[in-house]
């Protein structure tokens, strides 16, 4: 565990002010009116009438009755945390932004990473993009890094969100699926509008499925322009980078862990911060110089396309820690307003179509969600500069200005606020030249929508390639409408032969040789079909290893939960053979008991239970340790679930650990058939167990494995 980080951060200072804090008061309405009964209405006799009078009654329920604001349109379901950003090295050479050059500093941020289909209460293991939302309360006002775990998006241009928003969202006349994109709707717009298969193919990976929040990467997604003190600007593609490594969990157990833990995400983050185990990114910055723009096989304003890390390498430059949980979550993480049109300083955009739209669609939306163009006076809001302007008025106005002049120039106010010069930290924006027509049209640049894809599937593993076969077939086979699936075939095909291949048998279709009609029907009326078809897939790179998440690097078992299985009776030495060395490692031991509340072992000591059986399933934990014991073993014996919770850890390639009599019972389920599989460790040293975890997953078992009935 961590040093807990003691000092709070300037916003955690800053947010004091409105904490309320009910320790030792009295309640009160809220006209601070001392309340004596908060049970009962002000009645006309003691079974009377309620009187309208009851002002009690009536603030309490208006209040109620008011409490919902709206969601947000898309990743309603979030999770936020605070910490902060310390830089390895200024970057004064691409960027005059203080964040990225002032090394002494510690720039506090809240993050808030969300799901993007589903609804506010919709489960955390949904197979969907994860949003990675970072706000730096910088000395020179709020930088939003709004992104993804993924680093590109389904659509080239703002204009096209709606559409493919509506798609994915529950179909309009029976809001049914929630989220889900394993539906008609989505498949019909994706194999239209072909811009999406690289952002889509993502989605049928593991990174749609993530074991952890912190154990996701973050994208910009945009280049962005980092512009230094001369002026002069670069191209920037921002990433974040765990220092967990990127793990996911399987389909299967996705499934399940819907049922057993819809919060599993939200109760991770909140868990491992309060156990001081905090998580952490580093950010890093893939830079191009202004004068390469042109020299890629893609083109760098397409948020479709990555730039491959073996093309340009990311360069780390500091690191993000997260170490405190949120003390209220509506005010925080509901009330958080991103926009990436807040920058400072050394920052500045590209024309990238999708950005730009970005860039008018985060203030509008607050509008509605927070109901007021004042949200940003809302605690979590505000930045730790000060605010000067002539901005007044509007619903919930917080700030009491002062003076009689709420206009510029003025003389009355003294010319206050003055305006900032750019040696004096004035923003000002990047002065690109611009000499074009104006047309409603897409560049020609942007019609290469096979190359990635293809690529991607390329650098996968053989389990990861198998993972997007299950998960096509998944969502494909959920679809109803025959046209929709067989265009998809041809369009898979078009990526690769064999990943085609494989969903056809699954769902029992042929690939057909051609589809009718236009490939890509997301153009104008008028537009030039032929000009707007995806070109030829081209070949600039045979893999590149940093899209597999096999290759991110990880270390050790920190913050992994192991469950210890047992009933009445179990070996105490086996136990705490285990125990210690896992929790030196950081690891969560937590004992999975056949009951609940203390559970005795062999010596007669009552140990806490920390599950019992009934109330836990084997897909929450990383990895399972079955001590041995007589007498626990045969009550092992007798519970189903305690066989099927063996069976599950096995089916998702997890490291399990046994010792001693723990072998009957592990021979009384399927794990007789995995013996010497390298993640099974019978009466071994903590050591290959602390291994076997570290790997997350055994892989290698996993063909074997998916026979298992579990
Ligand atoms: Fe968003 N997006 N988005 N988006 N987005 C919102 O803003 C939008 C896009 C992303 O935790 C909304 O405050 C448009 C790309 C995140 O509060 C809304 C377009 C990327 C979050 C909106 C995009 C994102 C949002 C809804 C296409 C990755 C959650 C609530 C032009 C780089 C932030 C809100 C949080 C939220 C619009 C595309 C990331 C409606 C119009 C690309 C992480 O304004």
């Known amino acids: 565990m961590k040093e807990k980080d003691e000092k709070p951060s300037k916003k955690v200072e800053d947010l004091k002010k409105n904490i309320s804090d009910p320790k030792g008061k009295k309640m009160t309405t809220n006209q601070g009116l001392k309340v004596n009964d908060t049970n009962n209405s002000l009645k006309a006799g003691e079974r009377g009438a309620t009187l309208l009078e009851d002002f009690i009654l009536r603030e309490k329920i208006t209040h109620f009755d008011h409490e919902r604001i709206p969601e947000r349109i898309v990743h309603a379901r979030g999770s936020g945390a605070h910490g902060y950003f310390e830089l390895y090295e200024s970057q004064e050479e691409i960027t005059k932004a203080g964040i990225f050059t002032d090394t002494s500093r510690k720039t506090p941020v809240f993050v808030r990473f969300s799901t993007v289909a589903g609804s506010k209460g919709s489960a955390d293991l949904a197979r969907d993009v994860r949003g990675f939302a970072t706000k730096f309360y910088t000395d020179e006002g709020v930088f939003d890094l709004v992104g993804n775990n993924m680093p590109i998006f389904f659509i080239q241009d703002a204009m096209k969100f709606p559409d493919l928003i509506h798609s994915v969202k529950p179909e309009p006349d029976r809001e049914i699926p929630q989220a889900a994109s394993a539906h008609d709707t989505f498949y019909d717009f994706v194999s239209h509008t072909t811009e999406t298969l690289h952002n889509q193919i993502w989605l049928m990976s593991d990174r749609a499925i993530p074991r952890s929040f912190r154990m996701m990467e973050g994208f910009g997604i945009h280049t962005f322009r980092l512009v230094n003190a001369e002026g002069k600007s670069h191209f920037v593609k921002f990433h974040w980078k ?352 056949v009951h609940g509340g203390t559970i005795k072992c062999d010596k007669g000591d009552k140990h806490k239970v920390a599950h019992a059986l009934m109330t836990t399933e084997s897909v929450v934990f990383d990895a399972l340790y079955i001590p041995g014991g007589k007498e626990s073993i045969s009550a092992l014996m007798k519970q189903a679930k305690a066989k099927k919770f063996v069976n599950e850890a096995l089916k998702h390639c997890k490291a399990i650990a046994v010792d001693s009599e723990g072998e009957e019972f592990f021979d009384a389920t399927y794990g007789k058939d995995f013996k010497s599989d390298e993640a099974v460790c019978i009466n071994e040293k903590p050591e290959k167990f602390i291994k076997a975890i570290s790997m997350h997953r055994n892989w290698k078992r996993e063909k074997a494995a998916m026979e298992i009935p579990a």
Request: aromatic share 8%.
């Open 242 to 593: 765990p220092l967990l490594g990127v793990k996911s969990v399987t389909w299967d157990e996705a499934v399940k862990i819907h049922g057993a833990d819809t919060d599993f995400h939200r109760r991770d983050l909140w868990d491992a911060i309060e156990a001081g185990e905090y998580p952490e990114w580093e950010l890093g910055f893939q830079v191009v110089p202004q004068e390469d723009e042109h020299k890629f096989d893609f083109d760098l304003l397409d948020p479709t396309k990555l730039i491959p890390e073996e093309m340009v390498p990311v360069k780390r430059i500091g690191k993000m820690t997260l170490n405190r949980n949120p003390e209220n979550f509506f005010a925080e993480t509901e009330q958080v307003a991103f926009h990436p049109g807040h920058v400072v300083p050394g920052i500045d955009f590209t024309n990238d179509p999708l950005l730009q739209g970005r860039l008018f669609s985060y203030t509008d939306t607050q509008l509605s969600r927070l109901g007021s163009p004042n949200f940003n006076e809302i605690p979590i809001n505000r930045p730790v500069n000060e605010v000067h302007n002539n901005q007044r008025d509007a619903h919930m106005r917080m700030t009491v200005n002062k003076g009689k002049t709420a206009y510029f120039p003025n003389s009355i106010g003294g010319g206050c606020p003055h305006l900032a010069k750019i040696a004096e930290g004035g923003f000002n924006s990047y002065e690109e030249r611009i000499d074009a027509k104006k047309v409603r049209e897409r560049s020609e640049s942007f019609n290469d929508h096979f190359s990635q894809p293809a690529l991607f599937y390329r650098s996968l593993t053989e389990h990861e390639q198998e993972h997007v076969v299950q998960a096509y077939s998944f969502e494909l086979g959920k679809c109803t409408y025959d046209h929709i699936k067989q265009r998809m075939l041809w369009i898979l095909s078009q990526i690769d032969e064999t990943l085609a291949a494989k969903v056809s048998v699954n769902l029992g279709m042929e690939i057909p040789e051609g589809i009718d009609g236009p490939i890509n029907q997301a153009i104008g009326a008028d537009a030039d079909v032929e000009k707007h078809q995806p070109g030829t897939k081209k070949m600039y790179l045979d893999k590149s290893k940093a899209l597999s998440q096999e290759f991110l690097p990880s270390e050790g078992i920190a913050t992994r939960k192991i469950a210890v299985l047992v009933g009445d009776g179990f070996s105490e030495s086996d136990y705490n053979k285990m125990k210690k060395p896992l929790e030196e490692k950081g690891a969560m031991v937590q004992i999975v008991g």
